[in-house]
């Protein structure tokens, strides 16, 4: 059961604010004083030690100091027991509204409504009139609705693809979105004002565009990490037992390299990855899984032998990282072009080594 507003909420999300900022000005502080994120998360779960999703809920040891901590909450599993929705972290939230550069006036459509505790921000500073928020799952858009009515909040929220925007409420003077993407939609840009601000996640980074005419966008991204739950699509599952059959090969890359310095690079140069570990008896790592929606998967182990099986050859991609990058790039080093034709991430500069993201529709 959702508890009402109090005094210990309301000093516990003071804290929180006053944390965020860090005594730094800033136009969303009064935002994160105000709006109540446990009304936005009555209940979100944690792994116990065996793995195992355990809820947390109003009364429930540490509940509410964890709700108002900078921590990202996981707020929903799907049948599997596989998260599939959160509560982003705060302070992730706070820099990509602050990227985002939003006035009063402003027109903002958020992608992925979620639990509703952005849209609350964001109608909180620009007023309701203003936001629109999307998702295309039924029953979060259904809970972020009521919740946002019980802070006192009612923007336009609909139950939509996310790739889609929502043009009946457009144009839109800033779009931000709380799923990660693995390209810019070009419905989103069509249902943009010119000089429109994007801030999108895109792989383990965020990105921040301006819209230079119909259809053309440019901008660098964020020096902040972030990796968000992507937007849902259909894709193939990893073949680790076809990869097993097939002949290895040696690699000087290490595994744990796609865990570390490499792990942003990857995301731009093979959009939509996904990996998981194979741990030995003392919990280091022995084996790094990497596979990608076309089937494409790649097995490589520390004692340097990789195997590999589907139209791409997902640790080649890796290997070629690994000799441009020594160590863990700076993400605002990225700058990121869209047109109507080619979406193409660079480092460094437009002379710089460059990967094309997938064409969307």
């Given at each position: 059961m959702t508890q009402p507003d109090n005094g210990a909420c309301a000093a516990a999300r003071q804290r929180m604010a006053a944390d965020l900022v860090a005594g730094r000005p800033s136009e969303w502080a009064d935002a994160f004083t105000s709006v109540p994120r446990h009304l936005f998360v009555p209940r979100f779960y944690q792994q116990d030690?065996?793995?195992?999703?355990?809820?947390?809920?109003?009364?429930?040891?540490?509940?509410?100091?964890?709700?108002?901590?900078?921590?990202a909450l996981t707020t929903q599993l799907d049948e599997h027991g596989v998260?599939?929705?959160s509560s982003s972290q705060p302070s992730i939230m706070l820099a990509m509204l602050k990227a985002l550069d939003a006035a009063e006036g402003h027109r903002v459509l958020e992608l992925g409504t979620g639990t509703g505790y952005n849209a609350a921000l964001l109608c909180h500073r620009l007023?309701?009139?203003?936001?629109?928020?999307?998702?295309?799952?039924?029953?979060?858009?259904?809970?972020?609705?009521?919740?946002l009515l019980l802070a006192g909040a009612n923007p336009t929220v609909a139950v939509r693809d996310g790739a889609e925007g929502y043009p009946d409420r457009g144009p839109y003077d800033r779009v931000i979105s709380t799923v990660g993407l693995h390209a810019i939609p070009k419905p989103l840009l069509q249902q943009t004002t010119p000089g429109a601000v994007l801030v999108p996640p895109l792989g383990y980074g965020v990105v921040r565009l301006t819209v230079t005419s119909p259809g053309h966008a440019t901008g660098r991204f964020l020096a902040t990490p972030a990796h968000f739950m992507t937007r849902r699509t259909d894709g193939m599952a990893p073949r680790?037992?076809?990869?097993?059959?097939?002949?290895?090969?040696?690699?000087?890359?290490?595994p744990a390299d796609l865990l570390g310095r490499l792990k942003f690079p990857a995301s731009l140069a093979l959009p939509g990855y996904t990996s998981c570990?194979?741990?030995?008896?003392?919990?280091?790592?022995?084996?790094?899984?990497?596979?990608?929606?076309?089937?494409?998967?790649?097995?490589?182990?520390?004692?340097?032998?990789?195997?590999q099986i589907g139209p791409r050859r997902l640790w080649d991609t890796i290997e070629d990282l690994a000799k441009i990058f020594g160590d863990e790039p700076e993400r605002?080093?990225?700058?990121?072009?869209?047109?109507?034709?080619?979406?193409?991430?660079?480092?460094?500069?437009t002379d710089g080594p460059s990967w094309d993201l997938p064409a969307t529709p």
């Open positions: 030690t065996t793995g195992a999703w355990q809820p947390l809920s109003w009364g429930t040891p540490g509940y509410l100091e964890t709700v108002y901590s900078d921590a998260p599939n929705s007023g309701d009139a203003n936001v629109t928020s999307i998702d295309i799952d039924p029953g979060l858009v259904d809970a972020a609705t009521g919740r680790f037992d076809a990869a097993l059959e097939q002949s290895p090969t040696d690699s000087s890359v290490p570990t194979w741990r030995n008896d003392q919990g280091d790592v022995d084996a790094v899984g990497l596979w990608t929606p076309d089937g494409s998967t790649a097995i490589a182990h520390t004692s340097g032998t990789v195997r605002d080093t990225f700058l990121l072009t869209v047109t109507p034709a080619r979406q193409t991430v660079f480092y460094a500069d």
